[in-house]
């Protein structure tokens, strides 16, 4: 009886103008899709590439220099690019893709795309995640809107009533009927996406085993939205109403729950703004120790505490340069310093990410959307993680340069320059973002969510279809 | 195979069937007749356990409808005025879906084989019911019964707003079916066709059964006469 209904089901599909058209716009929206994402990748990576080896070399070829002035020259760290953003390009359009890394100051990360493009870019991309979390659930609803209503309004539920039809064998039917076309161009994106990304030249993160993981999360969010539809249609009597009650719940699921969200986290634990942070920063930095300045209360301190360590009377009688030693200190001070701000902004997020949590409970797209990017490495989670990285790399290389400075040199001996081959000791920065099975720990709660919504809604719609 | 026993449904303080006690044998095809509001397709949808009695039994092939509503169905197919079908499947893919709803599973040839029988035109089987005529629809129901082997036909009005050669073919495809043995319960307002197909015939009033007759014991004058005496049309009548 299933099967029968799935066939009937499909081929009254198959026969609709409406859906044939509808199944031929998404395809070749997301052909496009994942052209333009497939070009945008490549061109990125080859970007990061070309960035990483010139920048290096320069670093490298520096010449003698005092390791001061190398560490104010600074370097950068540069954001890669990950397979999956292939497919869900998260925030890394606006999320900057390199840190200018230098001596006593933390960076944000610069050279966002979004701010390369116009103010055009408001419209958004044509990406493969705009189809597969806005456009997906809408062919769903204009594939199960009247799933029941016709048969309503055709009066064929009567005579299916008559021939003893089981009110779960007909639901599963047409459910499958509203499954399978979505389960097929989901698989097909998903499989020429790993055949994509399995033969480009990535930078060795590729795995297919987050790219089957991602697959499932769209897969239950796709399920949660069939089960809403024909709930919706066992429930109507109009097909009219029926599309209008979907379409509402596609816009409150999908467009205002996400905006929503945002707005009440933000008021509930807004952000300091730039200035103020900059503000904050500048003045737990001035209330310590300054490397560049030997007069200062905290540099003085500094200097009669090491003295008194190493029991000599002058600064020029320690085994080392007490001015790289104090640039350390300074740094060592102000790497605190940003650790502190950065911490509450960090705390800030958090709290943020808990009230969309919390809101996930009224929309499947909040978990499927936070699934979606953390798997893809492209989430906030993972740039905040890489921006860590590029602090902690900063920090080692401001020690690195001090410590040739302070162990190769006199007091007082700013002339002093480090070997034109010292550049090369320090490690180039490589940033490894979270494991597959780190990401779905830290993203428990939003699979547990999309679960709930899954057994809810399934839960629902058996419940509510009992008699048809 | 079709009994009522003391069958009354009420909607409030409205008697929509009162206390209707029927019996329709294997082989017989009993015509309900009665006006709009006598209780004919309440009868039929208790029949079908769409909805339930009030008080009173419904029996199909000795099950109860309300206790068996399930086991019931497999026994019975339904033809109600228009017969909807699905309009973007062809006449053999209905067909097909509802004989397989009823657990029966027939290749394309049998399937061809019931609508011939049911009388629709070979040239008709593969397209698509939105081409179809009322009367066309009804004889894809009739092979969805005969697909179904259903021992009990029930039809509420199902010559309404046929043409008289399509009402006439109806009618003999009922005889073919009261010739295998199915028990036909017909709802319908047409006295002719009443007369011409039925085995027995039944008058109803006000949620009541009136009269009954055996149709070969009454020509069509007199159950003219018996239905406009039942109804109070007095003028008509005389």
Request: hydrophobic fraction near 45%; include cysteine.
């Amino acid at each position: 009886m299933i099967a029968k209904t799935f066939l009937k089901e499909t081929k009254e599909l198959l026969r609709e103008g409406r859906v044939r058209i509808a199944v031929i716009i998404v395809l070749m929206l997301l052909g496009v899709a994942v052209w333009i994402s497939t070009r945008h990748y490549q061109n990125v990576n080859a970007q990061y590439a070309m960035a990483k080896t010139a920048e290096r070399v320069i670093w490298d070829n520096q010449g003698e220099k005092n390791p001061h002035s190398a560490a104010h020259y600074g370097t950068y760290a540069f954001k890669p690019k990950y397979p999956l953003a292939l497919l869900d390009q998260g925030v890394d359009k606006f999320a900057g893709t390199s840190i200018f890394l230098e001596a006593h100051n933390r960076n944000e990360a610069q050279f966002s795309a979004a701010a390369d493009q116009t103010a055009l870019a408001r419209f958004g991309d044509l990406t493969p995640d705009f189809i597969l979390l806005f456009i997906l659930p809408l062919l769903i609803i204009l594939l199960g809107y009247n799933s029941f209503t016709k048969e309503r309004e055709m009066g064929t539920l009567t005579l299916l009533q008559s021939q003893g039809i089981s009110s779960w064998k007909l639901l599963l039917g047409k459910w499958t009927a509203v499954f399978l076309p979505i389960f097929l161009i989901t698989t097909a994106l998903f499989l020429i996406a790993g055949l994509l990304l399995g033969n480009l030249k990535d930078f060795g993160v590729f795995n297919w085993s987050s790219l089957v993981m991602m697959y499932l999360v769209y897969i239950g969010y796709y399920i949660i939205f069939i089960n809403i539809v024909l709930l919706i249609s066992s429930k109507t009597k109009k097909s009219g109403i029926s599309l209008v009650i979907s379409l509402c719940v596609w816009i409150i699921a999908c467009l205002a729950a996400p905006k929503a969200a945002s707005n009440i986290a933000e008021n509930k634990h807004p952000y300091p703004s730039r200035q103020e942070f900059a503000a904050n920063i500048l003045k737990d930095k001035k209330q310590g120790l300054d490397g560049h300045n030997p007069w200062s209360k905290e540099a003085k301190l500094l200097e009669q505490k090491v003295l008194q360590e190493y029991g000599v009377d002058s600064l020029h009688q320690l085994p080392f340069n007490f001015d790289g030693y104090r640039m350390q200190k300074s740094e060592e001070h102000e790497a605190e310093v940003y650790l502190k701000h950065y911490n509450y902004l960090k705390d800030q997020y958090t709290q943020q990410a808990k009230v969309y949590r919390g809101l996930a409970a009224i929309s499947p797209y909040l978990p499927t959307r936070f699934l979606s990017m953390a798997i893809a490495n492209t989430d906030y989670a993972t740039h905040w993680d890489f921006a860590d990285a590029a602090e902690d790399y900063r920090v080692a290389t401001q020690k690195f340069l001090n410590d040739n400075f302070a162990m190769n040199s006199q007091y007082g001996d700013w002339a002093y320059q480090a070997d034109a081959s010292f550049w090369k000791e320090l490690p180039a920065f490589e940033y490894d973002p979270p494991e597959l099975k780190e990401t779905l720990k830290s993203n428990g709660s939003n699979l547990m969510v999309m679960g709930v919504w899954l057994l809810g809604s399934f839960g629902l719609l058996l419940f509510t279809t009992k008699n048809i | 195979m079709i009994i009522t026993d003391n069958l009354t449904k009420k909607y409030g303080e409205h008697t929509a069937l009162d206390h209707l006690n029927l019996n329709v044998n294997a082989g017989e095809i009993y015509c309900l007749l009665g006006a709009n509001g006598a209780g004919k397709t309440t009868t039929i949808n208790l029949l079908l356990g769409f909805i339930e009695p009030t008080s009173g039994s419904a029996f199909i092939n000795q099950l109860n409808v309300k206790d068996d509503a399930k086991a019931t169905k497999r026994f019975l197919a339904y033809i109600p005025e228009n017969l909807m079908l699905y309009p973007g499947l062809t006449a053999v893919e209905n067909l097909d879906y509802f004989s397989g709803i009823a657990g029966k599973k027939f290749g394309n040839n049998q399937l061809k084989t019931f609508l011939e029988e049911a009388g629709l035109q070979a040239d008709a089987f593969g397209n698509r019911i939105s081409t179809f005529s009322k009367g066309m629809r009804q004889k894809v129901g009739i092979a969805i019964a005969l697909a179904k082997e259903a021992k009990v036909l029930l039809l509420d009005e199902p010559t309404s707003g046929l043409d008289p050669k399509a009402s006439n073919e109806f009618g003999l495809l009922l005889q073919q079916l009261r010739s295998k043995g199915v028990a036909t319960l017909m709802a319908t307002h047409d006295l002719f066709r009443a007369k011409e197909v039925g085995s027995h015939i039944g008058i109803m009033k006000d949620g009541q059964l009136k009269q009954q007759f055996v149709a070969e014991d009454i020509s069509l004058s007199e159950l003219e006469q018996a239905y406009l005496n039942t109804m109070d049309y007095k003028e008509l009548a005389s």
